[in-house]
């Protein structure tokens, strides 16, 4: 890529992810429930601020791995594992309370306590990192324990965000949408890593390291205010019919169980138990990839290639690859079976760790990691975003996406543990074989997620009753969905 014009190596990011959006939505296949054009356009005022909020919380979540790049001698690789080792343990163990929290408050209110909160929290960062660079600060313990300790309060904040946008998305869509709103919600997520890691590196160039911090802290800050105007949890809530989703709350009309009793459910269900497992795995994959090829490549100096160049880009598009495909299989393909689809995606990590491992020290293996990007966030898409409504159901989705999310951050905090251990350091980091340790310790993940994604090949969720989708329509009247207003 090298030998490309200037303005054509700057413009050519751009181009293929308007390439890519544009790919897949003009070929998304439609699923037709008999919803009113009325109502199709409330629902994307509804979950596209939701989707962009997420974006944004990315944003503000990765961009700690380019501001600690940036800040040179200040923070090294073994730093930011462990800032990020501790933020990851917190969001983890947050979603056990978050996650009751969310079915208890509705995610309009908490999608608005995470985005509020991840500004407040990112701010702080700037100043800590203001103070230290700028004003010569020298703080308490380190800026390493500052930085810890302000990320875990950031990341307390973000692990509302997956759970409010899974709770108010269950009630707004039948479970045969959901694969490929996966995948459509996997377009607006793919784009938060674009913004945490190119735009983060756009910002570190151009200002201040600090500003890495503030900007996304504005962003979220002006998320807050719009989706306090466009969100809601329910149709009903916007003047339309609530309706039967034909999840795992289906029929389900009696009082709400209290979170001890939902967790004991949830915990005894064997496939929760099994998707669980496979998203630990999922959660350390996705990480080794994404948190450790930007470091990986500025080590070995790679940094000019076009994957390291445009890392947020292609991060993104894989991701909207990955959820399309994810989407678009599980219910054209596979019946919306969210289980078959994450094998597939699993033979396809297992494939590119393979990969990786052989291709390590050349231009391949950017490319290998690409891929792997596109099947780990297909699959965290299909369990983490649409099995937990699918199995918990919109009465349950809070405590499912808890459950299952953290132990996504679970696998990411132990990622963040065993990376800062084996990975080299100084001077040793230049020399590509010595990361080897990086493409082989993802393979035994590779290899049991895929197995424990076969054991949940046909699961799928019981409804206590037949779902209606829309009411019986007089006589000679024309069929209205039972979400008309």
Not at 269 to 286: A, K, M, P, Q
Not at 306 to 324: D, E, P, Q
């Amino acid at each position: 890529m090298s030998s490309l014009p200037p303005w054509l190596a700057q413009l050519l990011p751009i181009v293929i992810l308007l390439g890519a959006i544009a790919l897949v939505l003009t070929r998304l296949p439609r699923v037709d429930l008999g919803h009113s054009p009325r109502f199709l356009r409330r629902r994307f005022l509804n979950w596209f601020p939701l989707g962009m909020t997420y974006a944004f919380l990315y944003m503000g979540r990765y961009n700690v791995n380019e501001a600690t790049s940036a800040m040179g001698k200040q923070t090294s690789n073994a730093d930011f594992a462990t800032i990020f080792f501790w933020g990851t343990l917190v969001y983890g163990v947050a979603f056990l309370v978050n996650g009751p929290l969310t079915d208890k408050l509705g995610g309009r209110f908490t999608i608005l306590l995470s985005a509020g909160g991840s500004a407040v929290a990112n701010i702080l960062m700037g100043e800590v990192v203001y103070a230290v660079l700028e004003r010569g600060w020298a703080p308490p313990g380190g800026i390493v324990a500052w930085l810890s300790v302000l990320y875990a309060i950031n990341m307390y904040f973000q692990s509302f965000g997956a759970v409010s946008i899974v709770k108010v998305n269950a009630s707004w869509f039948h479970v045969r949408e959901r694969g490929q709103l996966g995948g459509v919600f996997g377009i607006l997520i793919s784009l938060g890593l674009y913004f945490a890691f190119d735009w983060s590196k756009f910002i570190a160039n151009a200002a201040p390291v600090y500003w890495v911090f503030y900007v996304p802290a504005v962003l979220l800050a002006a998320f807050v205010l719009l989706d306090s105007f466009t969100i809601v949890d329910t149709p009903g809530e916007a003047g339309f019919k609530d309706f039967d989703t034909a999840d795992a709350s289906s029929g389900d009309t009696g009082p709400a169980l209290g979170v001890v009793a939902i967790f004991k459910k949830m915990l005894t269900n064997r496939t929760i138990l099994v998707i669980l497992c496979v998203e630990f795995c999922s959660g350390f994959l996705r990480n080794a990839v994404m948190q450790w090829y930007p470091k990986y490549a500025k080590a070995v100096g790679v940094g000019g290639e076009f994957v390291a160049s445009n890392w947020g880009m292609l991060s993104c598009v894989a991701g909207i690859l990955g959820g399309m495909f994810a989407g678009v299989i599980s219910d054209r393909v596979f019946d919306s079976r969210r289980g078959p689809v994450s094998a597939v995606l699993y033979a396809g990590l297992l494939a590119g760790a393979v990969a990786a491992v052989f291709l390590l020290g050349t231009t391949g293996t950017g490319w290998a990691v690409v891929f792997m990007s596109l099947c780990v966030i297909g699959v965290h898409g299909m369990l983490s975003g649409t099995a937990t409504m699918d199995f918990g159901g919109k009465k349950n989705a809070g405590v499912v996406v808890g459950i299952i999310d953290g132990a996504v951050y679970a696998g990411t905090a132990i990622h963040a543990l065993v990376y800062g251990a084996i990975l080299p350091t100084g001077a040793d980091m230049k020399v590509a074989a010595n990361w080897m340790p990086w493409p082989v310790a993802m393979l035994p993940l590779a290899v049991v997620g895929l197995v424990l994604a076969t054991r949940v090949w046909n699961a799928k969720p019981q409804p206590r009753s037949v779902p209606q989708l829309s009411s019986a329509p007089a006589a000679g009247a024309p069929k209205r969905t039972g979400t008309e207003g």
